[in-house]
């Protein structure tokens, strides 16, 4: 989900964001990012809290929808946080989580501190794994979804997505609610560097943690 950048209308973004479109288009990091549901398997929901400002939005996925925002009356609506069970940051190219994780299900408060858009999407790993083993499981190019890469650790056959919370814009916070079974999950990014065009998981941004069983993520510390 994203607002519209004020000076591009909705017919042309609409048309820049067509089938025939190969990349994204210049003005799309200028967009406002609120987040939403990270990738939710069939069968099963997914939940977040986000904080919307009046305008023109898209929801994109196979194809661009466009719905537009509107504001209840002309004074602005204090964002009504719910109760957190804990706060994971967002930057350049790391998360920060809490001390420790418990199973179960509980909310999250997600906040990107960075100075570029950045996404929480989690995925739980059937094996232990380290955060070099994931971002080299992404990177490869085997279609054996079995096929484990150079250096050990999952194949795509033992990852799960879990939910989290899609693009955030800087200096935005979002909900989601998650809800974890014991084992090893990792978080990772998959917006673009414009510079490379590489998505910030292949730039090193995946982090590991643990949970249940006084587990505790291996956070790397806030720049």
């Known amino acids: 989900m994203l607002r519209l950048p004020d000076d591009l209308t909705v017919d042309q973004a609409l048309a820049d964001l067509g089938p025939e479109a190969m990349e994204p288009p210049a003005w799309f990091l200028n967009a406002n990012f609120p987040g939403f549901v990270g990738e939710t398997l069939p ?11 009046a ?3 898209l929801v994109l996925h196979d194809s661009a929808i466009h719905l537009d925002v509107v504001a209840a009356d002309a004074t602005p609506v204090p964002v009504q946080a719910p109760p957190a069970d804990g706060t994971v940051r967002m930057f350049e190219m790391g998360y920060e989580f809490p001390e420790a994780i418990d199973s179960g299900r509980q909310v999250w408060e997600v906040r990107n501190v960075g100075e570029v858009p950045h996404e929480l999407l989690l995925v739980r790993s059937a094996v232990p794994a380290t955060a070099e083993q994931i971002i080299a499981l992404f990177g490869s190019e085997s279609e054996d979804e079995h096929a484990t890469p150079v250096g050990g650790g999952p194949s795509f056959a033992d990852i799960e997505p879990v939910g989290g919370v899609g693009w955030l814009s800087p200096d935005a916070t979002a909900w989601t609610e998650v809800d974890l079974e014991p084992g090893t999950y990792a978080a990772i990014c998959f917006v673009f560097d414009p510079e490379t065009g590489m998505p910030h998981l292949m730039l090193g941004m995946a982090e590991v943690f643990t949970v ?4 505790t993520p291996g956070a790397t510390p806030a720049a």
């Not at 069968?43 to 400002?53: E, I, K, R």
Request: glycine share 28%; no cysteine.
């Open 43 to 53: 069968g099963h929901t997914s939940f977040a809290v986000v904080d919307l400002v």
């Open 212 to 215: 249940g069983d006084g587990g």
């Open 55 to 57: 305008g023109p939005h």
